[in-house]
């Protein structure tokens, strides 16, 4: 069974770092695209970092280049999201999905359920 399951989010205050962290099970973390993805309130869901089957990282949300990272641990079967510098507009609930098509740009197959990130002082 696919399943994906994000930790790591906590209210933080601006300027703070935290790390997700998306625990994969019933695939390989190299069997296709992993993909953090945010949504803040009243906002659609955007891109945040994408990383593809060879271990490639893709920015896709230029606001968060240089304070965000995608990293991924195969022993753990973990891809992280370090997040440093963070503002009050990077609240939104974080999410990790997967794509068997390699690419963030179109439907991710399987999703998690979330992990609530705020920055506030």
């Known amino acids: 069974q696919v399943k994906l399951v994000e930790s790591g989010g906590a209210l933080v205050q601006p300027g703070g770092s935290l790390r997700l962290s998306c625990i994969v099970s019933?695939?390989?973390?190299?069997?296709?695209?992993i993909g953090w993805f945010r949504q803040a309130p009243g906002k659609e869901r955007e891109v945040v970092w994408c990383?593809?089957?060879?271990?490639?990282?893709?920015n896709y949300l230029r606001s968060v280049a240089g304070r965000f990272a995608i990293t991924r641990d195969y022993a753990k079967n973990t891809v992280y999201l370090q997040m440093d510098s963070l503002k009050p507009e990077d609240t939104a609930i974080y999410y990790c999905?997967?794509?068997?098509?390699?690419?963030?740009?179109?439907?991710?197959?399987?999703w998690g359920q979330g992990t609530q990130v705020t920055v506030s002082s």
């Open positions: 999905a997967r794509s068997l098509a390699n690419t963030c740009s179109g439907p991710m197959d399987s």
């Open positions: 019933g695939f390989r973390l190299d069997s296709g695209a």
């Open positions: 990383m593809l089957r060879s271990g490639r990282p893709i």
